[in-house]
């Protein structure tokens, strides 16, 4: 499996091995190589490893635990997804939770993996996109575009990974912890490490539609 495409795969459980800055460095060099507006680069990235991830881990952990209600995101959830989006989300779940090995009755397996995402799933580096909110469309764009590269870049150099609506969850901690100032509007996380291989989170594999699903040929 030499495609990086079909190697990179979103990473539910790390293994407790610190990455070589220098990793972390060349992973980061690479993502920055992604196209944005007129090469305007407009993410703002806060990489959090060592103690101050581990504060980060235990304040996301004291929120969960005590079922701290999420704060208002930066980045609104639409109020419906459309049947057909919802269809394939619900299946996505039951899929993943079949092939972790949690059945659809056992709530507290269901809630242990629900708080491993509080547990940043053990991540020794997790990056956090933001954006000056003066910006538009346009350059959240531009960060997904990024979000994208970075995944790759981690692929490429050895790295699981793991995209997270849910590390952004208590945008007061992020702020808080790792000095994120308000002008900064936080898009999302994207978890990074080497993989535990032997857990069970880590046993899903992801399929897709076929592309006459979502493309629309028109003279092909
Ligand atoms: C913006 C975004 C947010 C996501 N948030 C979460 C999350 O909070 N928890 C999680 O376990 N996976 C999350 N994922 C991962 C998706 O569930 C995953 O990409 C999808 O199921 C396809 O699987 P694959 O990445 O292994 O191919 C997120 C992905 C994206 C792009």
């Not at 870049?153 to 952004?168: I, K």
Request: include cysteine.
């Amino acid at each position: 499996m030499s495609n990086l495409f079909d190697k990179r795969k979103t990473v539910r459980r790390y293994t407790d091995e610190p990455v070589p800055k220098e990793v972390i460095l060349d992973v980061l060099r690479d993502a920055q190589k992604a196209p944005s507006w007129a090469n305007s680069q407009p993410w703002e990235v806060y990489v959090a490893t060592g103690e101050t991830l581990e504060r980060l881990r235990k304040a996301y952990l004291e929120a969960y635990d005590s079922q701290q209600a999420p704060d208002d995101s930066d980045m609104p959830k639409p109020k419906a997804w459309p049947d057909y989006l919802q269809e394939r989300m619900n299946a996505s779940y039951a899929r993943v939770f079949e092939q972790s090995g949690i059945s659809r009755d056992d709530e507290k397996a269901r809630a242990e993996n629900w708080r491993n995402n509080f547990a940043f799933f053990n991540a020794p580096v997790a990056a956090f996109l933001c954006l000056d909110r003066s910006l538009t469309e346009w350059s959240t764009l531009d960060v997904g575009i990024y979000a994208g590269n970075l995944m790759l870049a981690a692929t490429q150099h050895g790295l699981g990974s793991t995209p997270a609506a849910s590390s952004v969850s208590y945008p007061h901690l992020l702020r808080e912890i790792l000095e994120i100032p308000e002008h900064h509007r936080i898009i999302v996380g994207i978890m990074m490490g080497y993989e535990d291989k032997n857990h069970p989170y880590n046993r899903p594999s992801s399929i897709r539609v076929p592309v006459e699903e979502t493309i629309h040929f028109r003279g092909l």
